[in-house]
Structure formats: C-alpha cells, structure tokens
C-alpha cells in the first residue's frame, strides 16, 4: 500500500500532466479555429463583393464559375467550422485546464504540510479529481501523450487475481 506522500505525488503528478494537456489541446483547437475561420471570412467576403460586381454586366464563363466554387467551399468551411466547433472546444479546455491547476495547487500545498492529512481529506480530494475527469472533455491521445501522459495499463484477464 503506498503511503500518503506517495499518492499525493501520484496524484499532482497526474493532475499537472492532464493540466498542461489541456492547455495543449486548448491551443490545437484555438489554432483550428483560426485555420477554418479565416478562409472562411476570406471566401465569403470574396463571393458577396464578386456577387454585386457581376451585376452590372455579364462576366466570362470562367469568372462565373470561380465565384460558384468560391461559393460552395465557402459554405462548406461555414459549415465545417460550426459542426467541428473547435472555438467552444478550446475553451473547454482551457477551462478544464485551469481547474485542474487550481487543482495542482491545492495537491501542493497538502503536499508540504508535514502532518499526515485525515482519510476525509483524501476522500474528499479522490472526489474532486474524479468530477473533474468526468466532467472534462477528452485530450486527444497524441496530445496527452505529448504533454507527458502515459497509458494505461490494461491487465490481461490470465493475470486477474481470483476472489
């Protein structure tokens, strides 16, 4: 059984990896946002303008379908970015992120009391990381990987102990 010092070094190591994880995946998708975003801006803005100077006069074949090509990507990357999400799901994770830090502070300054801490403490806390993970969105694995993460050990049923 480990000690109390040992699951609480456990327990911040876990919780600074998922943190920073986080923090990653906050900055993977911000940075989605923005790749589909701005072409999305970009060819909207271009096919509005091309729309009222095709007005007046009857442009070439091919200006007509640049503009309904334009068009449709536009309204597909429209789409993309509002099925994909990926502005509310960096911000998911930037919140996430930030309480698991809160979370890692707490773990710290347990982690320097010199006094063992009460088995409701420790419950107590058990619960909090345990909300935290259920309620957090996932880390993509490359990223949790990335940020220090390791797998989990999934025990094969030959090495299960018998009860």
């Known amino acids: 059984m480990k000690k109390q010092s040992e699951l609480l070094n456990e327990w911040y190591r876990r919780v600074a990896v ?3 994880a ?6 993977h998708f911000g940075s989605r946002a923005y790749w589909l975003g701005v072409p999305t ?7 509005g303008t091309s729309v009222f100077a095709t ?3 009857q442009p070439d074949l091919w200006i007509r ?5 334009a068009s449709v990507l536009a309204a597909l990357l429209a789409s993309l970015q509002t099925f994909m999400g990926y502005a509310e799901r960096a911000e998911k994770h930037r919140m996430a992120g930030a309480r698991y830090g809160a ?11 010199e006094k063992e ?10 619960k909090r990381i345990d909300d935290l993970a259920l309620e957090a969105p996932n880390n993509p694995l490359k990223i949790y990987r990335q940020a220090g993460g390791v797998d989990i050990e999934v025990i094969k049923k030959s090495e299960q102990p018998l009860h």
Do not use: N
């Open 18 to 20: 998922t943190q920073y």
């Open 22 to 27: 986080h923090y990653l995946s906050a900055s």
């Open 117 to 126: 801490l009460a088995d409701e403490v420790i419950a107590a806390l058990r």
């Open 65 to 69: 379908v640049a503009v309904g090509l």
């Open 103 to 113: 979370l890692g502070r707490e773990l710290e300054q347990m982690k320097s009391s």
């Open 41 to 47: 801006i970009l060819l909207s803005t271009l096919v």
């Open 55 to 57: 007005i007046e006069k």
